[in-house]
């Protein structure tokens, strides 16, 4: 690689690591503080929480990449053109082709860390943050052991806890058992533990009592006990087999679009296709990104007032190509052969990028000829 290409390419990449460690890092705190809430709220740790947060991160650096490129992109050129390093080396006989070189090489290296993230770090990712979650939703701990809350663990059941004591005794526990269609059971206990067995964990009352109302006579019996166990593994529904979402499916699955899949996803063959094509596009859309801010940006010459009408220029460019994916992205699963639509984005960037850059070589040439 020349000397000249080397240069502008450490320039972008310095560059783009600066901003996407920044726009990482904004956007997961601003995700991080809701998980936090949700997760501490219910009781776990902060190590399920740093899991958590560790099994986002992929996704959210996969957004994040290319806006970090664009900007990346645009500051460097507009630096450039400002101090007039970019026009040097364009009287110097460098055309717009030929300064787009290093931007290529910027564009395909991120290109190729969107596709390394999309087709195995996000998915990989993802089905592990849905066991995580699957594991955590088996917790009756976690889910039901709450200080002064009335909790659901079953439909019909109403648990309240007004208090947990450190050495994890419930106090002043209530538990309604409105399942029966003939008596209705309320227990209060002073004191309660639970613990777990085979079939599944155990609610233990001391000090408690009883109180069964027979629906159809309308009698209350009152039983009082010293300690008694209730089941909670039989209020509990044991959770079925863990169906993937298309985002946890790897390329090759969603192209295959097998019945199972459809079955599993509750998808549509044609979206699991869409969603791997456009999987396949998103590299492109990246290397799009790159040239189209640099070649919306080369159009101009050397201003002491910076570029600004070609970064609008640039932004305008770059809302026509997302909303081009945008509108794709919500018509290419509905129709039959719409996974074509996944590329026209792309095309189109590629292309508004080809026509800058010829476009900065025709003003060139004519200001040369004028000259």
């Known amino acids: 690689m020349p000397r000249i290409d080397r240069y502008l390419l ?20 601003n ?32 957004l994040v990449l290319p806006v970090a490129a664009f900007i990346a992109t645009v500051y460097v050129t507009n630096r450039m053109m400002s101090e007039s390093e970019l026009v040097v080396m364009q009287a110097t006989g460098f055309s717009a082709y030929r300064l787009a070189r290093p931007v290529l090489y910027f564009g395909l290296v991120v290109g190729l860390l969107m596709a390394i993230l999309g087709h195995a770090l996000v998915p990989a990712s993802r089905s592990a943050l849905e066991s995580a979650r699957a594991t955590i939703s088996e917790n009756i701990t976690a889910r039901y052991l709450t200080e002064g809350t009335f909790t659901h663990p079953a439909p019909n059941v109403t648990l309240y806890i007004r208090d947990i004591s450190p050495q994890g005794e ?18 209060t206990a002073r004191k309660a533990l639970f613990a777990r067995g085979d079939a599944g964990p155990k609610l233990i009352m001391f000090d408690g009592m009883a109180q069964g109302l027979d629906r159809a006579t309308q009698r209350l019996a009152v039983t009082r006990f010293a ?51 456009a999987r396949l596009a998103e590299p492109f859309l990246a290397l799009c990104v790159t040239l189209v801010g640099f070649g919306a940006l080369i159009l101009g010459g050397f201003s002491r007032f910076g570029l600004w009408r070609q970064i609008v220029l640039a932004i305008a460019l770059l809302v026509l190509v997302q909303g081009v994916n945008t509108f794709s992205a919500d018509l290419g699963p509905k129709v039959a052969g719409g996974w074509a639509l996944a590329y026209v984005a792309p095309c189109l960037g590629l292309g508004i990028a080809w026509f800058l850059l010829r476009w900065a070589g025709a003003n060139r040439r004519v200001q040369r000829a004028l000259a």
């Open 10 to 29: 450490s320039q972008f990449l310095q560059l783009f690591g600066f901003f996407a460690l920044v726009l990482v890092g904004v956007y997961w705190m």
């Open 31 to 62: 995700k991080a503080v809701g998980l936090f809430d949700q997760l501490i709220g219910d009781g776990q740790s902060a190590l399920i929480f740093l899991e958590f947060s560790l099994l986002t991160l992929p996704l959210v650096i996969k």
């Open 170 to 187: 419930l106090l002043d526990l209530f538990l309604a058992d409105n399942r029966a269609s003939d008596v209705r059971t309320t227990y």
């Open 227 to 277: 300690d008694f166990t209730f089941d909670l593994g039989a209020l509990l529904t044991a959770g079925g087999p863990h169906n993937r979402s298309a985002a946890e499916l790897t390329t090759g699955e969603l192209l295959s679009a097998t019945p199972a899949l459809v079955a599993e996803t509750g998808a549509t063959a044609q979206s699991l296709i869409f969603d791997a094509n």
